[in-house]
């Protein structure tokens, strides 16, 4: 079992940004892809970021990249998302979730431990 907890949401202005952080405990380590999802007003659930267990690779959604970074820190078994030059369109309930494997995997179903989510409201 792998619990995860997120925090740093917020209320921003657009241009602004903000650090979330995911802190795991549980049965994590190394062979444990993290990923960030989002889910906006009316929409459905999308990956933002993601990381290899080792923290080589990594994959952002489009609409991201350039803006946000996602770093993880096996020691502290914590992942971070970076989230600069926000945008209103960011706003969102932003997820931290695991799957067990080196491969990582851009859809929901596919990930098996999720957070209860934090809040990003961007104000335009």
């Known amino acids: 079992q792998v619990q995860l907890v997120e925090s740093g949401g917020g209320l921003v202005q657009a241009g602004g940004s903000l650090s979330l952080s995911c802190a795991a405990s549980?049965?994590?380590?190394?062979?444990?892809?993290m990923g960030w999802f989002r889910q906006g007003p009316g929409k459905e659930r999308e990956i933002v970021a993601a990381?290899?267990?080792?923290?080589?690779?990594?994959h952002y959604a489009d609409s991201v990249k350039g803006r946000f970074t996602i770093s993880r820190d096996n020691a502290q078994k914590m992942v971070y998302l970076q989230m600069n030059s926000l945008k209103p369109e960011d706003t969102a309930v932003y997820y931290c979730?695991?799957?067990?494997?080196?491969?990582?995997?851009?859809?929901?179903?596919?990930?098996?431990?999720w957070g209860q989510g934090t809040q990003v409201t961007v104000s335009s």
């Open positions: 979730a695991s799957r067990s494997g080196q491969l990582i995997r851009t859809g929901s179903n596919e990930y098996e431990y």
């Open positions: 549980g049965s994590t380590n190394r062979n444990y892809v």
């Open positions: 990381i290899s267990g080792s923290g080589i690779s990594r």
